[in-house]
């Protein structure tokens, strides 16, 4: 089983991505794709004029502040527009994906955060009424009632609270938790990056390896949202993933070029 992220970010090559899915479903892979949708995300939450709000918290983590108008936004756009979009793509290659968010069948689960410690302006203020969680759990019933009956699952956040409510979660640890309870061989988080940048943006300075045990050492190279990809690497390889693989999602065959060892591969 191999766990396929692919980011939201400016620049990724959707139709690259899902042509090279394809062809490896069709000559009998077995996979699970994720996705995020971060740049639509924002683009549309400003066009309703209720413009993202980035906040850090003391650690130094960035994450979007999800009040329920920005969940609704988020919804919107990960659940509609780019979920639909991926399966499309992949139904018109033949591929019958079907696509879920966390909240369906409650695969992903985890608590919910309501308020959020943040720097802002040097001082730290708790923010309330934030819509944010981490995957703590994840449900894999339905997907092997899925994966079993020959379909291809196409998932995305937002994940359920244990009470229910759609939580705002980071999707490359939420694809780390889903390659742990799938025991998956490989996770791919494939961005629009050439992989973990040791003098991020110069392309050139890619980190081709990282070994398992080091993985959180390099999180000093990892600025804002990469944070998230290192610790989503760090937590999948601790919990038996064989390997993860940073990859770009720009071009070409984005899967097979990571799995072919292109990218940063932490092992
Ligand atoms: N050291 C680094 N190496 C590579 N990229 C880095 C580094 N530090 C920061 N980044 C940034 O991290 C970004 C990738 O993370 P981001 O969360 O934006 O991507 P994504 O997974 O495509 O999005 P989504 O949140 O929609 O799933 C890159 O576009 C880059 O700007």
């Known amino acids: 089983m191999i766990v396929v992220k692919v980011g939201g970010s400016a620049g990724i090559d959707y139709d690259a991505v899902c042509a090279d899915i394809a062809g490896r479903w069709k000559a009998g892979e077995r996979l699970i794709l994720v996705h995020g949708g971060s740049g639509e995300t924002n683009r ?18 960035t994450s979007r502040f999800t009040d329920r108008q920005t969940l609704e936004i988020f919804e919107m756009v990960y659940c509609g527009k780019m979920n639909k979009g991926i399966v499309e793509r992949l139904q018109r290659l033949g591929v019958n994906a079907v696509g879920l968010s966390g909240l369906d069948g409650r695969i992903f689960e985890g608590r919910h955060k309501d308020s959020v410690r943040v720097v802002e302006d040097g001082k730290t203020k708790i923010l309330r009424g934030d819509h944010t969680g981490t995957v703590e759990k994840v449900n894999t019933g339905l997907l092997e009632l899925l994966l079993s009956a020959g379909y291809l699952p196409v998932l995305t956040p937002p994940a359920s609270s244990y009470e229910g409510v759609a939580i705002n979660v980071d999707g490359d640890r939420a694809a780390a938790a889903l390659a742990v309870a799938l025991k ?66 720009r071009a070409g065959q984005p899967v097979s070029a990571a799995l072919g060892g292109a990218g940063t591969v932490v092992s």
Do not use: C
Not at 44 to 61: I, M, W
């Open 184 to 249: 998956a061989e490989a996770l791919l988080l494939l961005s629009n990056v050439p992989g973990l940048l040791r003098h991020f943006p110069d392309e050139a300075s890619l980190i081709r390896e990282i070994p398992a045990a080091e993985v959180e050492s390099y999180l000093e190279f990892a600025q804002d949202r990469m944070k998230k990809k290192v610790l989503g690497a760090a937590e999948a390889v601790k919990g038996g993933v064989g390997r993860v693989i940073f990859g770009d999602a």
């Open 44 to 61: 549309l939450a400003e066009a309703l004029g209720h413009p993202p709000r980035f906040v850090t918290s003391p650690s130094g983590y």
